[in-house]
T-cell receptor
Framework: DAKTTQPNSMESNEEEPVHLPCNHS???????IHWYRQLPSQGPEYVIH???SNVNNRMASLAIAEDRKSSTLILHRATLRDAAVYYC??????????FGGGTRLMVKP | DAMVIQNPRYQVTQFGKPVTLSCSQT?????MYWYQQKSSQAPKLLFH???????NEADTPDNFQSRRPNTSFCFLDIRSPGLGDAAMYLC?????????????FGDGTRLSIL
């Protein structure tokens, strides 16, 4: 499984964009890059995933580096409800999620 | 509407007393997963089913077993819970194995051991 490196924590102001980085330099060519988040006292929640191209959905955008060794999750306007632990997970065939440490995002009003 | 439902949300059992946690899904997904999440740690996969085919992670203790009687339901049995088994247990589903399929999680059952 690809090893990931994420900042332990990040802070953002409400209503501002947030860029959450992830390094996955050992990713395999067929691994999808998934992002999940976990709010306090809840199960993880799927955010977005991609393979090579940048992806957008109603929750976030995912920017994938050309060499696929890193990616960035972009929350366009952070709200207090976005405060959570964000996990970046490269997924090989077989769809097994191996959670790393994640980034704890704090949002200040 | 909840799509992956775990009951109960909180479960207390005694040391050594068998306990069963349940999970149901309304998504008709082929794959179901059980994760263990200890305090301040990331979730860790215990086992998963593709339909009725059971797959155990190599380091899942023998104390943990699972049953999937039909597509909708999956159970986690802990035969003789120890204090170290106190954790949040998360159930998840996905349509199939493909790496582009999101997993859908329930809100978990928090297990306490007295």
């Amino acid at each position: 499984d690809a090893k990931t490196t994420q900042p332990n924590s990040m802070e953002s102001n409400e209503e501002e964009p947030v860029h959450l980085p992830c390094n996955h330099s050992t990713i395999s060519g067929t691994d999808y890059i998934h992002w999940y988040r976990q709010l306090p006292s809840q199960g993880p929640e799927y955010v977005i995933h991609g393979l090579t191209s940048n992806v957008n959905n109603r929750m976030a955008s995912l920017a994938i580096a050309e060499d696929r060794k890193s990616s960035t999750l972009i929350l366009h306007r952070a709200t207090l409800r976005d405060a959570a632990v964000y996990y970046c997970i490269p997924i090989p065939a077989g769809n097994m999620l191996t959670f790393g440490g994640g980034t704890r995002l704090m949002v200040k009003p | 509407d909840a799509m992956v439902i775990q009951n109960p949300r909180y479960q207390v059992t005694q040391f050594g007393k068998p306990v069963t946690l349940s999970c149901s899904q309304t998504l008709n997904h082929n794959v179901m997963y059980w994760y263990q999440q200890k305090s301040s740690q990331a979730p860790k996969l215990l086992f998963h089913y593709y339909d009725k085919d059971f797959n155990n992670e190599a380091d899942t203790p023998d104390n943990f077993q699972s049953r999937r009687p039909n597509t909708s339901f999956c159970f986690l049995d802990i035969r003789s819970p120890g204090l170290g088994d106190a954790a949040m247990y998360l159930c998840a589903t996905s349509r199939d194995w493909a790496g582009n399929q999101p997993q859908h999680f329930g809100d978990g059952t928090r297990l306490s051991i007295l």
